[in-house]
């Protein structure tokens, strides 16, 4: 059964950059979209980005013009590039992917961005 392992979170202050990485441990079938959440605390888990396997992205308005999501088949990778990070960027950053039987998840990458 494939896992999902998210990267790259940490400490930043505003105005910076971070670039989160998930990867998946197998090939997994069937897959539809690749996805980013969020959740803080307190808070419902809300979309940040998805993008389909034609290329197609969608972005929470939040974030619309600053974070970038791209995939790697090949490497079963997906990214979100995150620029211009403000304070209420803060939060846990998860992988999603949804195949035709099932979604994945991944554990979770904490963001926090000082002010």
């Known amino acids: 059964q494939a896992q999902l392992a998210e990267s790259g979170g940490g400490l930043v202050q505003a105005g910076g950059t971070l670039r989160l990485t998930c990867t998946s441990s197998?090939?997994?079938?069937?897959?539809?979209?690749m996805g980013w959440y969020r959740q803080a605390p307190g808070k419902q888990r809300e979309l940040v980005a998805l993008?389909?396997?034609?290329?197609?992205?969608n972005y929470a308005d939040s974030v619309q013009g600053r974070f970038t999501i791209s995939r790697d088949n090949a490497k079963n990778t997906v990214y979100l590039q995150m620029n211009s990070l403000k304070p209420e960027d803060t939060s846990v950053y998860f992988c999603?992917?949804?195949?035709?039987?099932?979604?994945?998840w991944g554990q979770g990458t904490q963001v926090t961005v000082s002010s």
């Open positions: 999603n992917v949804k195949s035709l039987v099932r979604d994945y």
């Open positions: 993008i389909t396997n034609s290329g197609s992205t």
């Open positions: 197998t090939s997994i079938f069937g897959i539809r979209n």
